[in-house]
């Protein structure tokens, strides 16, 4: 359903969205991810076509004359042809996907607020959906997030790959990705450079109850709400069973969730994306 409204709209508006093709006859489904660092090489096509045989799709190459911005054809005669096939594709989003039960090789699927996960031995295949999670609950589903979200990340990856390595493999669609299997270390590196948020966790909702040492930063009186801090600060925080609790770095070694070398080399690189992002 997906692909058939990414035809539609490109077919209402030329260049705009090119049409994706299914084509469960090409050899392989990877588009190798350009510039990947030496120490994240592609897969052997051969190997990848046996695992994923039946989600192929063609890539647009990038050497074909890039369509115009949303921007420029909004403000241009043809405003009401793109707005029109854009309403058209409102009830048109990736919300659920099942390729463990047609894809040999997948293992099984792991159901994420925003990505369905599938196990593909070595490899994951990560397909980011059309879902909107806010606040640790979906909400709803927008056309084309998934796409958007899936793309910005692998920029992303991409322009980063001088601090740190990656997984990324491949991204046979604009939906998915194809990493290699990794050890996950259970915390998330939240790094903070203002006194804002709204969340339970974040910097101004614990600083206005008087908290001052926050994930083991001692925070000064007096700050304000939006305020830019002195220095940049770390944040960590572990998963519990659907919510995210704060965690200093000296519980982090204590309870064995990484060790000291881990959890410096893990900060380091973390505070380097933030000031470089």
Not at 84 to 104: F, Q, Y
Not at 142 to 163: A, C, D, M, Y
Not at 254 to 275: C, H, I, N, P, V
């Given at each position: 359903?997906?692909?058939?409204?990414?035809?539609?709209?490109?077919?209402?508006?030329?260049?705009?969205?090119?049409?994706?093709?299914?084509?469960?006859?090409?050899?392989?489904?990877?588009?190798?991810?350009?510039?990947?660092?030496?120490?994240?090489?592609?897969?052997p096509?051969?190997?990848?076509?046996?695992?994923?045989?039946?989600?192929?799709?063609s890539?647009?190459?990038?050497?074909?004359?890039?369509?115009?911005?949303?921007?420029?054809?909004?403000?241009?005669?043809?405003?009401?042809?793109?707005?029109?096939?854009?309403?058209?594709?409102?009830?048109?989003?990736?919300?659920?996907?099942?390729?463990?039960?047609?894809?040999?090789?997948?293992?099984?699927?792991?159901?994420?607020?925003?990505?369905?996960?599938?196990?593909?031995?070595?490899?994951?295949?990560?397909?980011?959906?059309?879902?909107?999670?806010?606040?640790?609950?979906?909400?709803?589903?927008?056309?084309?997030?998934?796409?958007?979200?899936?793309?910005?990340?692998?920029?992303?990856?991409?322009?980063?790959?001088h601090?740190?390595?990656?997984?990324?493999?491949?991204?046979?669609?604009?939906?998915?990705?194809?990493?290699?299997?990794?050890?996950?270390?259970?915390?998330?590196?939240?790094?903070?450079?203002?006194?804002?948020?709204?969340?339970d966790?974040?910097?101004?909702?614990?600083?206005?109850?008087?908290?001052?040492?926050?994930?083991?930063?001692?925070?000064?009186?007096?700050?304000?709400?939006?305020?830019?801090?002195?220095?940049?600060?770390?944040?960590?925080?572990?998963?519990?069973?659907?919510?995210?609790v704060?965690?200093?770095?000296?519980?982090?070694?204590?309870?064995?969730?990484?060790?000291?070398?881990?959890?410096?080399?893990?900060?380091?690189?973390?505070?380097?994306?933030?000031?470089?992002?």
């Amino acid at each position: 359903r997906r692909v058939r409204g990414e035809r539609r709209m490109a077919q209402c508006i030329p260049g705009l969205n090119p049409p994706k093709t299914l084509n469960s006859k090409v050899s392989s489904i990877t588009q190798s991810f350009p510039s990947l660092s030496s120490s994240c090489k592609t897969i052997p096509s051969t190997s990848l076509s046996k695992k994923f045989p039946s989600i192929s799709v063609s890539v647009t190459s990038s050497q074909q004359q890039q369509p115009p911005s949303l921007e420029a054809l909004t403000s241009s005669d043809r405003r009401d042809e793109v707005l029109g096939a854009i309403r058209s594709s409102l009830s048109n989003c990736l919300s659920e996907t099942n390729l463990h039960l047609t894809v040999p090789g997948l293992k099984s699927k792991t159901r994420g607020k925003v990505r369905d996960i599938y196990d593909g031995g070595d490899y994951l295949v990560l397909v980011t959906t059309d879902r909107q999670s806010a606040f640790d609950r979906i909400l709803a589903s927008i056309p084309f997030k998934g796409q958007v979200l899936n793309e910005t990340s692998l920029w992303w990856f991409n322009k980063i790959r001088h601090i740190t390595p990656n997984a990324v493999v491949s991204a046979p669609d604009k939906n998915v990705t194809i990493a290699r299997k990794c050890s996950v270390f259970p915390v998330e590196f939240v790094v903070r450079g203002y006194v804002t948020g709204s969340t339970d966790t974040s910097l101004w909702t614990v600083y206005k109850k008087g908290v001052r040492n926050y994930c083991g930063n001692v925070l000064p009186d007096g700050l304000v709400k939006n305020q830019n801090l002195a220095a940049n600060i770390l944040t960590p925080t572990t998963k519990a069973a659907d919510h995210d609790v704060p965690v200093t770095p000296d519980e982090i070694v204590k309870r064995g969730l990484m060790t000291q070398a881990d959890y410096d080399e893990a900060s380091r690189k973390a505070l380097s994306l933030f000031e470089y992002g």
